[in-house]
């Protein structure tokens, strides 16, 4: 097994090249803030793509950092391993190969039998099987179980549209390395990430203190994690108040209120017809949200040109980004919370 100084070294030095659709701010390019969470990051977990494509909103970066340590990272009631199996039946769902890729590899590289029940729970909060209405965990075990699987229903939707499918990125040419690497990373850096012994609360420090939400009481037999997805709350409805125009964000509540999960299809009808009332640029805005809520993968380069267009950049398009993914995230929450409340 190789230091985790030295894990650490090598994704410092090439995590900015998995990001795409901004300009990345680099280790060594960064200051203040910025930097000191990226130290913080890399200390308790590894410097990876899903954290440093917030840069240039720091504030959300601190957020969603926060979100996935209290919940995945931190030592609690459940065994890591059985986070990291949550977190990649979560990204199969939403079909994101890339944290695929980093946490089926972290849980092992397969998944046993112990872990089987909650792997399937993970890969079903679409589809609303007995496993929601009747959860394989007890209310103990939810804050860390649930809170993982709804920081990686963000996650998952931030990284399918700003980074690329692959970790550890490779030029083309050493594409038939990929499976020795995958196996390298498994066996070093893994874990590495994995047995980091992470204490309780220390990234709360980002996020502003505010009374605890209803919303999250899930929660309630882990403070850490109410606290903060309660404040990680208050930040990105505090970033909707600043950035997106009230029409819009009432077209997206509107549709969410009623999607299902079911996947969309082919077209642009559907999300036409939702945003017909809206002038231009709140359409582009909207439709924008709508899709990195629904079909995060699906989002191609010309839909980044369309809404860069209306005047954003790189801190706007992640605040409207995360609070698109946000919105879904919390309603998929209200689904396998609803159990425990």
């Known amino acids: 097994m190789i230091p985790k100084s030295v894990s650490n070294f090598i994704f410092k030095s090439i995590v900015h090249r998995t990001i795409r659709f901004l300009t990345p701010i680099k280790y060594s390019d960064s200051t203040g803030n910025v930097r000191r969470i990226y130290d913080e990051i890399g200390y308790d977990y590894v410097l990876g793509a899903p954290f440093t494509l917030h840069a240039s909103n720091p504030k959300i970066m601190a957020g969603m950092w926060s979100l996935v340590r209290e919940s995945l990272i931190v030592n609690g009631k459940v065994k890591r391993i059985t986070k990291e199996a949550i977190a990649g039946g979560v990204s199969i769902s939403n079909q994101c190969p890339y944290c695929q890729e980093a946490h089926i590899k972290m849980s092992g590289g397969k998944i046993d039998k112990e ?67 995958s196996s390298f990373f498994k066996m070093t850096a893994g874990v590495n990430i994995t047995g980091v012994m992470a204490i309780p609360g220390i990234s709360l420090n980002w996020l502003t203190t505010i009374p605890l939400s209803k919303e999250f009481s899930w929660a309630e037999s882990n403070h850490h994690i109410e606290k903060n ?79 860069r267009k209306v005047g954003l950049g790189d801190s706007e398009l992640i605040a409207i980004a995360s609070w698109g993914s946000w919105q879904v995230t919390k309603k998929i929450g209200e689904r396998i919370g609803a159990p425990f409340k």
Do not use: C
């Not at 993970?122 to 699987?149: C, D, M, R, V």
């Not at 017909?276 to 439709?287: D, F, G, W, Y």
């Open 115 to 181: 872990h089987d029940t909650l792997f399937q729970w993970s890969k079903s909060h679409y589809t609303g099987n007995s496993l929601i209405q009747n959860p394989p965990f007890t209310i103990i075990e939810a804050p860390e179980i649930i809170g993982t699987a709804l920081a990686f229903h963000y996650v998952n939707r931030m990284v399918s549209v700003f980074v690329t499918e692959y970790p550890l990125p490779l030029p083309r040419f050493l594409h038939w390395l990929k499976p020795t690497i």
């Open 229 to 307: 997805f309660s404040g990680f709350d208050e930040l990105i409805n505090q970033i909707g108040e600043e950035v997106i125009p009230l029409r819009v964000k009432t077209t997206v509540a509107n549709y969410l209120a009623e999607w299902t999960g079911e996947n969309q299809g082919f077209g642009n009808k559907w999300i036409d017809d939702v945003t017909k009332n809206l002038e231009h640029s709140e359409k582009v805005i909207a439709q924008f949200i709508l899709r990195i809520a629904t079909e995060p993968y699906k989002i191609t380069e010309a839909h980044i040109n369309e809404i």
